[in-house]
């Protein structure tokens, strides 16, 4: 367990986020649309629709970016807020991804990844909890990405919606996005 949550720590440090960015067609052009489309039917097992589990093996074989296959709960978020972005017309209901929603997914996909990233920075023991020691420790770093905090510890009661004592990923996710969280050294340019 500290093997592998180091080596994930210390590969967070050192993501391209322009290789990552590149390898997810999220643009409105011609090209971007082309591309997205072509990896949707690379994803699908050919029935018109994305599962979870075509999503988690396609981010392995076809996009090959270890990071976010490692990354599971950043999928599985985008995963369930894409496929709840709109109404299905598949006879197969809300539960899978079609390819009008795929842009949005790639796009949570992106988002999501970074939230992660940022979570696993705060995170140092690897629990995949957030402590309010680990919150206070990281106060700087944090600052950086979300602007001051006047109150760390009535911040962190905010984020901790649960009441559990700590932070899980989706109450830091929640909290990121209502303070567009934003890490410093990733590259914000994903319209490719």
Same mark, same amino acid.
């Given at each position: 367990?500290?093997?592998? %949550?180091?080596?994930?720590? @210390?590969?967070?440090?050192?993501?391209?986020? %322009?290789?990552?960015? !590149?390898? @997810?067609?999220?643009?409105?052009?011609? !090209?971007?649309?082309?591309?997205? #489309? #072509?990896?949707? /039917?690379?994803?699908?097992?050919?029935?018109?629709?994305?599962?979870?589990?075509?999503?988690?093996?396609?981010?392995?074989?076809?996009?090959?970016?270890?990071?976010? *296959?490692? +990354? #599971?709960?950043?999928? @599985?978020?985008?995963?369930?807020? +894409?496929?709840?972005?709109?109404?299905?017309?598949?006879?197969?209901?809300?539960?899978?991804?079609?390819?009008? $929603? *795929?842009? =949005?997914?790639? @796009?949570?996909? /992106?988002?999501?990844?970074?939230?992660?990233?940022? *979570?696993?920075?705060?995170?140092?023991?690897?629990?995949? /909890?957030?402590?309010?020691?680990?919150? %206070?420790?990281? /106060?700087?770093?944090? $600052?950086?990405?979300? &602007?001051?905090?006047?109150?760390?510890?009535?911040? *962190? +009661?905010?984020?901790?919606?649960?009441? &559990?004592?700590?932070?899980? =990923?989706?109450?830091?996710?929640?909290? +990121?996005?209502?303070?567009?969280?934003?890490?410093?050294?990733?590259?914000?340019?994903?319209?490719?």
């Amino acid at each position: 367990h500290y093997y592998i %949550t180091n080596n994930l720590r @210390l590969k967070m440090a050192e993501i391209d986020w %322009t290789a990552i960015n !590149a390898k @997810l067609p999220t643009g409105s052009d011609p !090209a971007s649309k082309a591309r997205r #489309k #072509k990896m949707f /039917r690379d994803f699908d097992n050919g029935n018109g629709i994305l599962s979870l589990a075509e999503v988690d093996k396609a981010v392995r074989d076809i996009l090959k970016i270890d990071e976010i *296959f490692n +990354a #599971k709960p950043a999928i @599985l978020r985008a995963f369930q807020i +894409a496929k709840n972005s709109t109404k299905s017309k598949h006879e197969s209901g809300d539960d899978y991804i079609e390819l009008r $929603e *795929f842009k =949005f997914f790639l @796009l949570s996909l /992106r988002q999501y990844f970074e939230y992660w990233v940022a *979570f696993c920075r705060t995170d140092t023991d690897g629990d995949r /909890r957030i402590s309010l020691e680990e919150f %206070t420790k990281a /106060r700087s770093m944090i $600052e950086v990405w979300v &602007g001051p905090i006047a109150d760390i510890g009535a911040e *962190f +009661a905010k984020i901790d919606t649960n009441g &559990g004592g700590t932070i899980l =990923f989706d109450e830091f996710c929640e909290w +990121a996005i209502k303070k567009n969280l934003d890490l410093e050294d990733d590259d914000d340019d994903i319209a490719m």
